[in-house]
């Protein structure tokens, strides 16, 4: 039986009443992000040639986008109606503590 995934849900609730809500599952044995089962064009910055950190191993030929901001491009998408100064509330849910 596979395990089953951590989740974690976060809530953003802004001035305007308006809800966000992001939801992340990861592996329980590797805490790898799992891949949201629809998948959206990535934007440009997800390519390992956009910005590549100085002591990353991979290689655009194995690897053309950062798995890391590959794991981050839905929540930024969703988030670029926000300003890095709005006032909103954030509520996290785990199943461990709610």
């Known amino acids: 039986m596979q395990p089953q995934p951590l989740v974690i849900e976060y809530s953003f609730r802004l001035q305007d ?54 794991n981050i491009a839905p929540i930024v998408r969703r988030g670029e109606k926000l300003l890095s100064f709005d006032v909103l509330d954030l509520q996290v849910t785990t199943a461990e503590r709610v």
Not at 22 to 34: G, K, N, V, Y
Not at 40 to 61: D, N, R, V, Y
């Open 17 to 70: 009443n308006s809800e966000e809500l992001f939801t992340i599952r990861l592996d329980p044995q590797t805490l790898e992000t799992l891949p949201e089962a629809k998948a959206e064009p990535l934007p440009h910055w997800t390519k390992l040639s956009f910005s590549q950190c100085a002591s990353c191993p991979l290689t655009e030929a194995s690897s053309p986008h950062c798995p890391a901001a590959v």
